[in-house]
């Protein structure tokens, strides 16, 4: 059964950093490109950022770059995201994504996996 399960969320204070990570099993997933998107309450879903299927092209929302970096180990079939300079605007739950074409998850919300999200919160 293909799988995606995400860890790393916590409780941070504005500036710090986290990484989170998200394990694929079950599919073939080295073929898919994977990625991270965000859903503060009472707001909609949005794209947080994503990594081609070879794990050399990355994209990522404007509100997170030079800030967010992603990537993916082909090995164990991860993806990370390492977050740095937190803000209390990035409080969301974290939800790890699969989708074919990597350039469709920067644009659409129709993926083909989703993990159940990890919570990061960071105060002021």
């Known amino acids: 059964q293909a799988q995606l399960v995400e860890s790393g969320g916590g409780l941070v204070q504005a500036g710090d950093s986290l990484r989170l990570s998200c394990a694929a099993s079950g599919s073939s997933f080295r073929s898919y490109a994977l990625g991270w998107f965000r859903q503060a309450p009472g707001k909609e879903r949005e794209f947080v950022a994503a990594v081609d299927w070879y794990g050399t092209s990355t994209y990522y929302a404007d509100s997170v770059k030079g800030r967010f970096t992603v990537s993916r180990d082909n090995t164990a079939i991860k993806v990370h995201l390492q977050m740095d300079n937190l803000k209390p605007e990035d409080t969301a739950v974290y939800f790890c994504?699969?989708?074919?074409?990597?350039?469709?998850?920067?644009?659409?919300?129709?993926?083909?996996?989703w993990g159940e999200g990890t919570q990061v919160t960071v105060s002021a």
């Open positions: 994504a699969a989708h074919l074409s990597v350039q469709r998850m920067t644009k659409e919300l129709n993926m083909a996996f």
